[in-house]
């Protein structure tokens, strides 16, 4: 987070780490591995929803960035964003949503074991576009996916192997629960520390980060297959960017504070901006 908020960093960094985990081990208490068969059954379908993924959704970024003339700090904050896959929470509003019970945990899972190749190729692409020098390792991204995302799925899917499925969805809610409550304290925390980066990123930066993130749900929304649940997870996965990532690249480069601030408002503004296709998307699964 950036310096000088009113929340100490200890706590608002261990809140997000215990809400992630918790959040990741409840899905994978749910996760049946054998359900993952339906998905290596659709290879051209997971395809699809890797190129709005990876590709479409920086393209996007970078078009309607340069197309409203944002400031630079602004406009690489943005498309940084755009390159940073994964975001761990979308598993959960995907699945919330009524995305595909076996489709959208593969594509998490997939999504965060490619970062680690395609975010070194992004910045390698970007380097070139703004005659930059940054890099990241990695290792590093490798780490940050497994420890945030894999491990605590891989756990809770453990889990359920050891309680046996009965247990497993008597627990299930319960976490849920948990797993909801800290997610909203860290909504709370995050705009109370930082509401000056949110005020200070502006209307044209804000309309930016908006319209990247309805362009990223309508492709992912037409590239995710027939079936209105696949779409889900597709749509989400492509709108939900990882703020972790871009952080970390951000960090270990030395990027500006306006850069970083970017950052942090695409996080909350695009956050709010998938509230209404969640909805919509719920109310069409019941």
């Not at 100490?8 to 997000?16: I, M, N, R």
């Not at 970062?115 to 692409?125: E, F, G, K, R, T």
């Not at 309805?214 to 990882?242: K, M």
């Amino acid at each position: 987070m950036l310096e000088g908020g009113p929340i100490p960093e200890w706590l608002l960094s261990g809140a997000v780490v215990a809400t992630v985990f918790v959040i990741m081990f409840d899905i994978g208490l749910a996760i049946v591995p054998g359900e993952f068969r339906w998905v290596w059954q659709r290879p051209g379908l997971m395809a699809k929803a890797l190129f709005s993924i990876l590709i479409a959704v920086p393209v996007l970024a970078l078009v309607i960035a340069r197309a409203l003339g944002l400031p630079h700090p602004a406009e690489v904050g943005i498309v940084l964003m755009a390159i940073s896959p994964g975001a761990p929470v979308a598993l959960r509003r995907s699945l919330d949503a009524g995305g595909h019970r076996s489709f959208a945990p593969a594509l998490q899972i997939t999504i965060a074991v490619l970062a680690v190749v395609s975010m070194p190729l992004s910045i390698a692409a970007l380097d070139e576009l703004y005659g930059a020098a940054a890099t990241v390792a990695p290792w590093l991204l490798a780490k940050q996916g497994f420890t945030v995302q894999l491990l605590p799925i891989g756990l809770g899917m453990l889990a359920r192997g050891l309680l046996g499925p009965a247990r497993a969805e008597r627990l299930a809610p319960r976490l849920a629960r948990a797993g909801t409550a800290l997610l909203v304290a860290v909504v709370l925390l995050v705009l109370v520390d930082e509401w000056g980066s949110l005020v200070g990123a502006g209307p044209r930066v804000a309309l930016a980060i908006v319209l990247v993130t309805v362009a990223s749900l309508a492709v992912g929304d037409r590239l995710g297959g027939p079936d209105a649940a696949t779409r889900t997870a597709t749509a989400i996965c492509s709108a939900a960017r990882n703020g972790g990532l871009a952080l970390l690249v951000a960090t270990l480069n030395d990027a500006p504070l306006a850069i970083k601030a970017t950052v942090l408002a695409y996080v909350v503004i695009s956050a709010f901006t998938v509230v209404p296709y969640v909805i919509w998307r719920r109310r069409i699964a019941a």
